[in-house]
């Protein structure tokens, strides 16, 4: 019974009491996002928690998250507010029928969506985040096969962007295919001029009438260099919150699902995590993640690609 624990100055309290940080990111509540130490994309939070001096990692993410946390800080306990924190990315993708695609294409190289399990990391060659795998897919060459997966409007929109032919994996955020272009044309008719800033993990009739595509980090930088007075957002609304603390006179718009509003885009994985399981994961610091070993290493190595080509 949490009732009379005042659960924001017991966080604080426990953070320093275990010398831990707290990661989130975008897709977080905004209380959440208001109490971590560093809240970020995919990749930062990725070079954050390769590079803490932290003895314990709070992620407030989702689990492929916290995973990668372990994977490149073994000896730091990684705790997840809510390990049922999963992503349908991750789901699409399970690690024996990735293992015999694989199979079947041996002259190809598995270029992966960090968006994905362990196992499926340990069978990859080269992660990337949608802030970095632009750069990473240019330092491969040419005459190099590529699977992409499990992303396929990321790979699609990839494929599209640098004209490179990839075998694609049939994966999709439902957060992102939750969008509906109608609705978003309706939208653009009510605010003439309004850019469109866009997630590559939406599909491309979504993209097709974006300005700006990019990661969250990416669309966050496109809304704070922007001159209008309003932006319409197809990624995850929890990302306004930063928005309008940057820019409180700007209008920030989610795009709409079929219902003709942005509630339906909300990362379900994501609104698990809260502020009482926060409290009680640094009180408990359960519950964490582990990993056996030889997955870590194998799956290490291609995060260290990652890392060392997006740098
Ligand atoms: P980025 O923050 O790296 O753009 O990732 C978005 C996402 O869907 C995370 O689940
Ligand atoms: Fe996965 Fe999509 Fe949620 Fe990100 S927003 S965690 S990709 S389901």
Known sequence: NLAGVDLLAEIDRL?????????????QKPEIQDLADF??????????AAETDADVIAFCGVRF???TA?????????????????????????PEQFAKFRAEHPDHIALTYINCSAEVKALSDIIVTSSSAEKILSQIPAEQKIIFGPDKHL???????????????????????AFSETELLKLKAQYPGAPVAAHPECPAYI?????????????LKFSGEM???????????????????AKPEVNFIGAPGADGNCNCN???YMALNTIEKLYIALRDLEPRIEMAEDLRVKAKASLDRMLAMAS
């Open 15 to 27: 953070r320093k009491e275990r010398n831990a940080v707290i990661l989130a990111h975008y897709y």
């Open 39 to 48: 809240v970020g994309d995919s990749l930062d939070l990725s070079r954050k």
């Open 65 to 67: 998250m916290a995973e």
């Open 70 to 94: 372990k994977i490149l800080s073994p000896e730091k306990v990684v705790v997840l507010p809510d390990l049922d924190a999963g992503c349908s990315l991750e789901d699409s993708c399970p």
């Open 155 to 177: 790979g699609g929109y990839l494929a599209r962007k640098t004209g490179r032919d990839m075998l694609l994996w049939p994966g999709v955020c439902i957060v992102h295919e």
């Open 207 to 219: 993209l097709d009438h974006a300005d700006y595509v990019g990661s969250t980090s990416g669309i």
């Open 227 to 245: 001159d209008g007075d309003t932006l319409i957002v197809a990624t995850e609304p929890h990302i306004i919150h930063q928005m309008n603390k």
């Open 266 to 268: 909300i990362c379900p």
